[in-house]
């Protein structure tokens, strides 16, 4: 039996709909696994039914998580989020933890696990941490615009086979301070974090680049999905 992969849902504000990126989905596939795109519900008994369904979990990009999981107010306008979302996705990612289900973070999905689990995040990049390096680049998203340097001593190196890759970007949120229990992977020329991982849970990684994007072109983004499945299994 190939894993079945839970993948949190996009949103859609203008169209009240849930919606997805194919890459996402073909990732897994590529990987070997079967992903289920979740219903947007709060509903606990809903919930338990789809925990109960899936062997992973995939946390997806999408909203700005609210800056009230970290005890924070927005600074800005340009603090986009979705509270169904965040509740939703927290009451998933306690379960995974608990259950030692493999979960990946993408972009939104390495952000939400840090503030969830204790961590706070830059809100505004341009605003708090200025820099020349390219965060939020303009299409073709498959295209790499700037390098991380990978710890050695790392689950990510040890997949990758490389101290430094080159890597797309496209968020204006990042971790600013890390949660308790999570570990640095990589991190980018203006020092912020862009690869986390929980050394004490069967698998939880959290990448801020989109190998959605890259799987096809890059084969360091296929191998995330590759080995995230494989824990699944």
């Known amino acids: 039996m190939k894993p079945v992969i839970g993948v ?3 949103w859609d504000d203008d169209k ?3 919606w997805m990126l194919p890459g996402y989905l ?3 596939k590529h990987a070997g696994g079967v992903p289920i795109i979740l219903p947007m519900t709060t509903d606990k008994d809903d919930l338990s039914q789809i925990i109960g369904m899936c062997d992973g979990y995939l946390f997806t990009g999408g909203h700005d998580v ?5 005890h924070e107010k927005p600074i800005s306008q340009s603090v986009i989020c979705c509270k169904e979302r965040d509740e939703m996705e927290s009451v998933i990612l306690e379960s995974a933890i608990n259950s030692d289900k493999p979960v990946l973070g993408i972009c939104r999905g390495i952000q939400f696990i840090n503030a969830v689990l204790g961590g706070t995040l830059y809100q505004d990049i341009p605003t708090q941490h200025p820099s020349e390096i390219e965060h939020h680049q303009s299409p073709p998203y498959d295209v790499p615009v700037h390098k ?3 710890v050695r001593d790392s689950p990510l190196y040890d997949c990758l086979k490389a101290e430094e890759i080159s890597v797309n970007s496209y968020h204006h949120q990042a971790i600013k301070d890390l949660a308790p229990g999570l570990s640095v992977m990589a991190v980018s020329p203006d020092g912020l974090t862009e690869a986390i991982c929980m050394p004490e849970h069967r698998f939880l990684w959290a990448v801020q680049w989109h190998p959605e994007f890259s799987y096809k072109t890059d084969s360091n983004s296929q191998k995330i999905f590759n080995v995230f499945v494989k824990a699944a299994i």
């Open 8 to 10: 949190m849902p996009l």
């Open 26 to 28: 073909e990732g897994i």
């Open 148 to 150: 991380v340097t990978i």
């Open 66 to 70: 609210s800056p009230e999981i970290y």
């Open 16 to 18: 009240n709909s849930i």
